[in-house]
């Protein structure tokens, strides 16, 4: 599955160092907000989620933040490493209905 | 498990024509989903399924498309009749009840000339 292409936002990362995406939401309403990876030829990964009456949440090398008054949700990957090379989506969803929205993807390039 | 599985990866077929995609889930999944990916829209869901039944097909862009589940373990998108315009990558995605944690196919590489 090919990734959306052209028109991604891309961020251009020197190995080892940390890496931030940052992702603009739109609904209030939502329970929860969520990051996915995408690798080239192959479906969205799940990575992380957050609830929405939280700020921050770790993962293993991630670290999501989110912020509810600029409507700002960030995913920030330490020590990043080559297989971390993909396409990265925030995405939203609500306890009422469990449909999973997702929104632009930013292209997550490693230089050597 | 083995996961979820599309089939087939890729399809080319002319414009008018119908076209079935398959989708098997993992087993004991509650939800079903199908979305599809192009350059310029992105990420769209198009139908999602919770046990077996058609929950929200607000994203079917037409009635050219169908989505059916006729049991826990296989779901179909039907495109008839097809159009150039439908060329996409079409994903297939199953998680439980309650999570947000979907589990996504390998996708069906759809073109129509």
């Known amino acids: 599955g090919e990734s959306v292409g052209l028109h991604l936002p891309t961020l251009s990362v020197q190995e080892g160092d940390n890496s931030i995406i940052n992702c603009a939401y739109s609904?209030?309403?939502?329970?929860?907000f969520i990051w996915y990876k995408q690798e080239s030829g192959k479906g969205p990964q799940f990575i992380i989620d957050?609830?929405?009456?939280?700020d921050k949440r770790q993962g293993q090398r991630v670290t999501v933040l989110l912020n509810k008054t600029v409507k700002h949700l960030s995913l920030q990957i330490a020590a990043t490493q080559p297989g971390d090379s993909a396409v990265y989506f925030c995405?939203?969803?609500?306890?009422?209905?469990?449909?999973?929205?997702f929104g632009k993807g930013t292209r997550l390039h490693i230089l050597p | 498990d083995a996961g979820v599985i599309q089939s087939p990866r890729h399809e080319v077929t002319e414009m008018g024509q119908e076209v079935t995609l398959r989708c098997k889930p993992i087993?004991?999944?509650?939800?079903l989903f199908w979305y599809r990916q192009t350059m310029m829209r992105g990420l769209e869901l198009l139908i999602y399924?919770?046990?077996?039944?058609?929950?929200?097909d607000s994203g079917m862009p037409e009635d050219r498309f169908s989505a059916k589940m006729p049991n826990a373990s296989f779901s179909t998108l039907k495109i008839q009749p097809s159009e150039p315009r439908d060329s996409a990558v079409y994903f297939c995605?199953?998680?439980?009840?309650?999570?947000?944690?979907?589990?996504f196919g390998q996708g069906t590489r759809l073109t129509v000339v």
């Open positions: 957050i609830r929405s009456n939280m």
């Open positions: 995405a939203e969803s609500t306890n009422r209905d469990d449909k999973i929205i």
């Open positions: 087993s004991g999944h509650d939800y």
């Open positions: 399924f919770n046990n077996n039944v058609p929950i929200d």
């Open positions: 995605a199953s998680s439980f009840i309650g999570r947000t944690e979907a589990f």
């Open positions: 609904n209030s309403a939502s329970d929860y």
